[in-house]
């Protein structure tokens, strides 16, 4: 299935300018590697600014900075391409890798390898270590028709699709999609019915939740 939901321009544009910090930029390059869409958005982009440095002066450059460069273009490019995904093939033994790279090799392995903690009725979690605190990355998995409690952000939120989808008020989510908030969203998204969600969630600021239960687990688990 076509992704429908996409990384907005501004963060792909900072992600091709390297300003992103560590865990927006896994969010980023995960939903590269499942949409060719903003995959192709970020060659022409890279070649746009290609044209315009080769219109400014020379300046000097670190050694390795060519090779910083390529490194970065490889891993978007060499990302996997969409694994066909519906929530009855997620449990196969026989599906492919749920988890596309740079996700997997940041795990240390596919969902199988998770060690999820349970944070909730029918959500469990797994926070990734990050190399900058600038925003914080976690795996959550929500069994179907279970939710995290409607909340507020003092940030910005990437919630990006691995296996199953969820739903926000009329919008669906599948594999691939991201629904990006910010500061002027409240919402309560809602794993679908049957085998639930996983999804890569990242945040930039906590959370801001309105009930007690929320309220609760936000001080317990620091989401
Ligand atoms: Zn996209």
Redesign the pocket.
């Known amino acids: 299935m076509t992704?429908q939901h996409?990384?907005p321009d501004e963060t792909l544009l900072s992600y091709a300018a390297g300003d992103l910090d560590d865990a927006t930029s896994l969010v980023v390059a995960v939903?590269l590697a499942l949409?060719p869409?903003?995959r192709e958005a970020i060659d022409v982009a890279s070649d746009i600014g290609g044209m315009m440095l080769e219109d400014l002066a020379p300046v000097a450059m670190s050694g390795d900075a060519l090779a910083h460069v390529l490194a970065r273009t490889e891993t978007a490019a060499a990302g996997e391409r969409p694994v066909p995904m519906t929530t009855s093939q997620s449990s196969s033994p026989a599906a492919s890798f749920v988890f596309p790279e740079p996700l997997r090799s940041r795990i240390g392995g596919d969902l199988d390898n998770v060690k999820w903690r349970r944070i909730g009725p029918g959500v469990q979690q797994f926070v990734l270590p990050c190399a900058d605190g600038a925003s914080q990355a976690r795996l959550l998995k929500i069994a179907g028709g279970q939710g995290v409690p409607e909340h507020g952000h003092t940030g910005e939120e990437f919630t990006l699709v691995l296996a199953g989808g969820f739903s926000d008020g009329s919008l669906a989510f599948a594999r691939g999609d991201v629904e990006w908030a910010d500061p002027d969203v409240v919402h309560r998204p809602v794993a679908d019915d049957g085998d639930g969600c996983v999804c890569l969630a990242v945040t930039s600021g906590p959370l801001q939740f309105f009930d007690i239960i929320g309220k609760i687990a936000q001080r317990v688990i620091g989401i």
């Open positions: 992704v996409h990384i939903h949409c869409a903003c």
